[in-house]
DNA sequence: TCAACAAATGACCAATCAGTCACTTTTTGA
DNA sequence: TCAAAAAGTGACTGATTGGTCATTTGTTGA
């Protein structure tokens, strides 16, 4: 497996917690780890708590007195610390860039390398968000959509300014935005279907530089043939 | 409900078929009819025979002499034909076109209004097309993907021929091809959630027009400004 | 050492639902 | 008209699984 640990696991030596609080902080790490994989290998219906109490090594039951709202509130957890970490990624790509441009490519750069580095992450999420956001319970489709608002207002914010600069286009901000995330993560997947599939040896951007500077190039210059000298910069 | 039938009923007034026949590819209909309509309303999981027979006004048990696969053959028979429906928007949107341009606005604008005329399918389509290709049952994931790659061969056959005209940046065109349709199906659906939800009048291109408009521009000019004069076509 | 408390456990319960089949209703054709 | 065949039906079954709780195991501090 070659995913990671994505939390912050600092608080481990912080003198401010006991020693029974720093356990049970651990143990429930484990459990949200456990989660994370088997919602992401299952999906969330096929996923079964017995699975993730096994796969954290603890019984059923003991996964209630650290999740009382059950299935619903590990799933719910485990996405908030997934949306925690990209909302952190897309606020450090923009912040001391001296363009949009250069801000666009280091953000791009940097999302395809964290999904390069949680693969089930990104399964899950591709999985499940998507069907979540137009979910029949109004609970759950609430708690994605405000989170997807939440990225597209600070992607937002960047393209707006960028705009007013007449770096960009004017067009809808709003709508550069959601494109831009659509793209994004259409691409991750595309990657990472080809991958794992591998039917024919296809080409597809191998790392994430490459898939940078395709979509950047794309979505910054357009599709059409400007120069007829075949212009690669 | 704003959703047409989707489908061909020319076979209605064919002499090849008795009058028995064609009662029963009626009855057949209407069970795909009803089986479509619940699994966009609820997604395949949470979809219960029981429902579809009612909502087609048979008992369940009927529905095994029509479908005798069960829920899985009602599944991918409604997809079968959702996806031979955009294969045949995609064919006849390229096919008197004089250039790439030319082809690529009439297929958005096909498209806009086919996703626009059927939300029932594009919501279903969206909850668990993607799902389902990367299902860990590997003949749903198979099913899904070899459609999926059909679109992409329809389509990267004509970017491929623009690119060899000039008419396209000389980029990978099955990349290329991905990218438009995850633009595409990301745009309809933004259309689609904006107009639901409401939560703020939100203007986002209300016609099929406008987002193929926007969509077109974005793709074929890019983001990036190149006249100082912020040039509106 | 041991009593009192906290934590962990997994057998069990209740609900759900795909699929079956014995029975009823309808159609057919002689 | 009516018997035989075809079509339709929904109560039932078996399997699954989220959640519960009486019981067991472990920890603490006097």
């Known amino acids: 497996?070659?995913?990671?640990?994505?939390?912050?696991?600092?608080?481990?030596?912080?003198?401010?917690?006991?020693?029974?609080?720093?356990?049970?902080?651990?143990?429930?790490?484990?459990?949200?780890?456990?989660?994370?994989?088997?919602?992401?290998?299952?999906?969330?219906?096929?996923?079964?708590?017995?699975?993730?109490?096994?796969?954290?090594?603890?019984?059923?039951?003991?996964?209630?007195?650290?999740?009382?709202?059950?299935?619903?509130?590990?799933?719910?957890?485990?996405?908030?610390?997934?949306?925690?970490?990209?909302?952190?990624l897309i606020a450090q790509s923009f912040a001391g860039a001296a363009s949009f441009r250069e801000g666009f490519e280091t953000f791009l750069r940097a999302s395809f390398e964290f999904f390069e580095q949680h693969r089930d992450m990104l399964l899950?999420?591709?999985?499940?968000?998507?069907?979540?956001?137009?979910?029949?319970d109004p609970e759950r489709a609430a708690f994605f959509q405000k989170h997807h608002e939440t990225f597209l207002e600070l992607l937002t914010r960047h393209i707006q300014a960028a705009i007013e600069r007449g770096e960009v286009r004017p067009l809808p901000a709003e709508a550069v935005a959601h494109t831009i995330l659509g793209n994004l993560h259409g691409l991750a997947m595309h990657r990472l279907l080809k991958e794992c599939v591998a039917s024919k040896p296809q080409h597809v951007f191998p790392t994430p530089e490459e898939a940078t500077r395709f979509l950047s190039t794309l979505l910054l210059e357009g599709l059409l043939n400007r120069t007829q000298t075949t212009g690669k910069s």
Chains 1, 2 share one sequence.
């Open 124 to 136: 899950l999420v591709t999985r499940e968000s998507q069907r979540m956001l137009v979910s029949p």
């Open 1 to 88: 497996m070659t995913n990671q640990s994505l939390f912050d696991e600092s608080f481990m030596e912080s003198p401010v917690l006991s020693r029974k609080e720093r356990e049970r902080l651990m143990r429930r790490r484990a459990m949200l780890e456990a989660a994370r994989a088997v919602f992401a290998e299952k999906g969330y219906v096929d996923a079964t708590l017995d699975e993730i109490a096994q796969r954290a090594e603890f019984g059923k039951g003991t996964l209630y007195n650290y999740f009382p709202g059950g299935k619903d509130e590990l799933f719910f957890t485990v996405f908030e610390e997934i949306f925690a970490q990209f909302r952190q």
